[in-house]
């Protein structure tokens, strides 16, 4: 679905993506994974056509990513950035419609979809009459979810969409999430720093570190086979302290 060949980007002389190599599986959720600054979000932006590459290639469907066909591109593609990104003088219905008015849809159309992806989001219908600030965390999020499919996108693209909730949100929405990724059965790209929902969610993880892949499969094979000493490190620092504590007793 995506592919990267020799990709390097650079902000202010510094490399955040050196040569990178990435191939994006169509139909499979793949999580990319890593510390703070390893290029992960930079990855989704490249996808979508709001960052270009200093050198290499991105390819969508054989397609390069290029301004000429980013805006065809991103309707193919929905996106939900940090934080949920939803623009606070709108209703919530009026934030996940975006899209579809701008594009002409009529008010019935809408209103089945709208219909539809609040009962894919367990969102209440009277949530959608409200205005962001009148959202929980995990409410605001599901309606960034429903924006991001309105147009029914071919692939999905989430940039760390919980990391900012308490834990028991968390865990709900990581639920449907899940979920709704298999019963959509859509290419989905999410960046997350928790090792956990890495393996909850995907398919295929990606571990990145300085701008390069250093390990990519399945949960088995970064805990069983990794390639890297790195991995077992990255691994080990996200035990939570009760997990220690049963280790240890």
């Known amino acids: 679905m995506f592919e990267f060949s020799g990709v390097r980007i650079a902000f202010d002389g510094t490399p955040v993506l050196d040569q990178l190599d990435l191939r994006i599986a169509p139909g499979r959720t793949t999580v990319l994974i ?22 290499g290639s991105v390819r969508f469907e054989s397609h390069a990513v290029t301004p000429d066909r980013v805006r065809a591109l991103r309707q193919r593609m929905g996106y939900v950035i940090q934080d949920g990104g939803l623009f606070p003088h709108l209703r919530a219905d009026q934030n996940a419609a975006l899209m579809a ?19 894919l989001a367990h969102l209440p219908a009277e949530a959608l009459e409200r205005f962001p600030a009148q959202l929980s965390g995990g409410q605001r999020q599901r309606v960034s979810l429903m924006r991001a499919l309105m147009l029914d996108p071919d692939v999905l693209l989430l940039d760390e ?7 028991m949100i968390r865990a709900d929405l ?35 570190r300085g701008g390069s ?37």
Request: glycine share 10%.
């Open 101 to 119: 008015r701008h594009l002409g849809w009529s008010e019935t159309r809408i209103a089945q979809r709208l219909r539809e992806l609040a009962a």
């Open 34 to 55: 890593g510390p703070s600054g390893c290029g992960k979000s930079t990855i989704l932006r490249l996808m979508i056509g709001l960052l270009r590459a200093d050198s």
């Open 213 to 249: 892949i250093v390990q990519a499969g399945s949960v088995s094979d970064l805990l069983e086979r990794p390639a890297d000493p790195f991995v077992t490190r990255f691994i080990n620092a996200q035990r939570s302290p009760l997990d220690a504590l049963e280790a240890g007793a």
């Open 174 to 208: 990581q639920a449907d999430l899940r979920e709704i990724f298999r019963r959509l059965g859509k290419t989905v790209v999410t960046v997350t720093h928790d090792m956990g929902e890495a393996a909850y969610l995907g398919d295929v993880i990606v571990l990145l």
């Open 161 to 167: 969409p919980l990391g900012a909730l308490d834990p």
